[in-house]
């Protein structure tokens, strides 16, 4: 008989422990987070008009954001990378201490959407801004401006407007000497500056 209660006492503590995970696992008591199940890539079939065959209803899928820590990589390997920005994504460990997602444009117009990255301190006192292009192969910079605290906008002719502050040497970061509204276009190979007002 004791021999039969050693052999049984760990069974139904097992049987006790599966029957508690079980409950768990099927939403009894256990809370699992993880990402959301993406949408369907494809777009959802409509029937054709006048005929029994169902025809793909054209839609533009929807930009896929760029990884910031491929667009660190890239812009550190570019020769053309100001001392001071290279200093701040070296030192930066951290990509959303340094480097966060702007505005999804198409200044291109090749119909894929550029992504606007902004470079910033530590403190988010942005001071430059990179055009990049999301492609198969990774991010890729197309163009950049130093400039401070900008806003980033594409206007309807598909212009890139760019919005900064104005700082005199003793200017607080809250309060800037005056604004900067440029215009720029893409001309087939370079961003081009078309017009630049100061207020």
């Known amino acids: 008989m004791a021999l039969w209660r050693r052999a049984a006492v760990p069974a139904v503590?097992?049987?006790v422990?599966?029957?508690g995970l079980a409950a768990c696992a099927n939403g009894g008591g256990l809370r699992v987070e993880g990402p959301e199940t993406p949408p369907p890539s494809t777009a959802a079939p409509t029937p054709a008009l006048g005929l029994n065959s169902v025809s793909p209803r054209p839609e533009r899928t929807a930009p896929v954001a760029v990884d910031l820590a491929k667009v660190r990589v890239r812009l550190l390997a570019d020769r053309h990378l100001s001392r001071y920005a290279r200093t701040v994504l070296s030192n930066c460990t951290v990509i959303s201490r340094c480097l966060s997602r702007g505005k999804t444009v198409d200044v291109l117009h090749s119909g894929t959407p550029q992504q606007i990255v902004l470079i910033h301190t530590l403190e988010k006192f942005v001071f430059g801004?990179?055009?990049?292009?999301?492609?198969?192969?990774g991010p890729r910079p197309i163009w950049s401006l130093n400039v401070e605290q900008p806003t980033v906008n594409a206007s309807p002719q598909g212009d890139l407007v760019v919005e900064s502050k104005i700082f005199a040497i003793d200017d607080p970061v809250c309060c800037p000497s005056g604004r900067r509204v440029e215009v720029y276009r893409w001309d087939g190979r370079q961003m081009i500056k078309v017009s630049s007002t100061d207020q």
């Open 17 to 19: 422990a599966l029957t």
């Open 129 to 137: 801004i990179f055009l990049i292009a999301v492609e198969p192969s």
């Open 13 to 15: 503590a097992a049987v």
